[in-house]
């Protein structure tokens, strides 16, 4: 059974958008990107046009690649302290000459819609609520729950370990009382930790799970997403070969993609 | 073979008294006790006297058990300013009326010697360097690192997922290159997990720990510690089963308790 993303997260935005119109003071998203990244340009857009569908306000604040920390951290402070601003986000990957954890924990944490800074990420790592949980894992859990998926006592494989995915997601996972693998690229049986687990969630941008589940209740969710040599998306995971040997699957694109957009939009409703 | 806490720690502890003895402004650690909680005080106790041997100053401030929460955040304010103080710690548990998280996470995280502040465990699960590693983690992988036991690519198996042991385990696990699986009271077929890693620790304060190992060349880490119905100290492990089957297991006494002690007191003569 196919996991619809799609679905999903046009429901949740439906709720958020519902949600934003009996505000009477409207969220407002300031979007920070700096350079040109051509994936990120295209990802800030489709952020921006959920956020107007959904009824937030955005801002796009476009920095050139040679900009100084300074002038980032100027503005983030500057956004902190605007009233008119209930979130910030800083678009990733930022270029080398900036300390990425620098930038993202200068973002108030009651402002931090990706649930990056270091006060968002230790509050879930101490079992509290953070003020934003991160928004891919948040809308992992979201796409479950909408299919009454159960996480309780679940064996759930994670694979990557980013700030971003992986690591959140453990977290998220452990307060659901599954018990959760972290796999990275030194583990050794990936194949065999995967085909009996009841939970795999990859999040590594390349084709690695690709066996038969022997665990044909299992659900699978690919986070990652990326064109293939021959300029086609798509994800970790071999969908043809497995999908047939699994309970839930999520495709590439219509998965994890839209359930990312609308749990930011969810955060993005927040206002503290 | 026996990892020897007792003596590893003796090594640590002159290692870290070496360090203070050179150092013209010593560290002053600050123990705050709530209540006279019987294994706290002990706990204290042994605390203050590992700090003499290796020439910290330490001080005791004990409040009664009804005291009010503001009492408590004043007085770690007050330590906060006192640059005469190096380190803080509050004795856990602390009463119910009280919020642990807001007590714990007003110590500053530069001298918060048990690393347990929000900022702290922030900075460990973003994978950056924490002001100060929790005492207990970081004596494991002191003692794992004495002897020259490689976490790289090894399968870990945590049980329990405290915010004192299991959980910054987890991180500093991951930091290590290890597949962690992280198990708690929900977790199916435990025993199954445990006999086939390479490396277990055990945090949960039961004899959880009682199959032989399949894995001979595993690593079997207890850190639990309590007196059974005999009242003798006991752990997680059932050490007479086990042992013969492992290549290297903590006694308890003598394993992972005085390495959390050497641990803390490398933590509290760090002056930032």
Do not use: W
């Not at 230790?122 to 948040?138: D, I, N």
């Amino acid at each position: 059974m196919i996991l619809d993303g799609k679905k999903v997260s046009e429901k949740i935005l439906k709720e958020v958008s519902i949600r934003v119109s009996k505000m009477d003071n409207k969220p407002h998203l300031v979007v920070i990107l700096v350079g040109e990244n051509p994936a990120s340009v295209v990802y800030v857009k489709n952020k921006q046009k959920a956020a107007e569908q959904v009824g937030i306000k955005s801002t796009l604040i476009s920095f050139p690649n040679n900009v100084e920390q300074e002038i980032l951290l100027g503005k983030i402070k500057e956004l902190n302290e605007d009233s008119q601003v209930t979130g910030i986000l800083v678009q990733l990957p930022l270029p080398k000459h900036i300390d990425k954890n620098s930038v993202i924990s200068a973002i108030s944490p009651l402002k931090d819609v990706d649930g990056f800074t270091i006060e968002n990420v230790g509050r879930l790592a101490c079992g509290m609520k953070p003020y934003f949980y991160p928004a891919t894992p948040q809308g992992i859990i979201m796409l479950l729950d909408e299919y009454n998926i159960n996480l309780e006592g679940s064996n759930a494989v994670v694979i990557g370990r980013s700030n971003i995915v992986g690591k959140p997601m453990i977290q998220m996972l452990l307060n659901r009382n599954a018990t959760v693998t972290s796999c990275n690229s030194f583990t050794r049986d990936l194949e065999e930790k995967i085909k009996t687990a009841d939970i795999v969630i990859s999040a590594v941008g390349k084709k690695i799970v690709r066996c038969k589940m022997d665990n044909k209740n299992s659900v699978i969710i690919d986070v990652g997403i990326y064109r293939d040599s021959n300029g086609q998306i798509t994800g970790d995971v071999d969908f043809d070969n497995i999908s047939e040997s699994v309970a839930y699957i999520t495709p590439v694109p219509g998965g994890v993609g839209p359930m990312t957009i609308a749990s930011l939009m969810y955060n993005a409703s927040i206002v503290y």
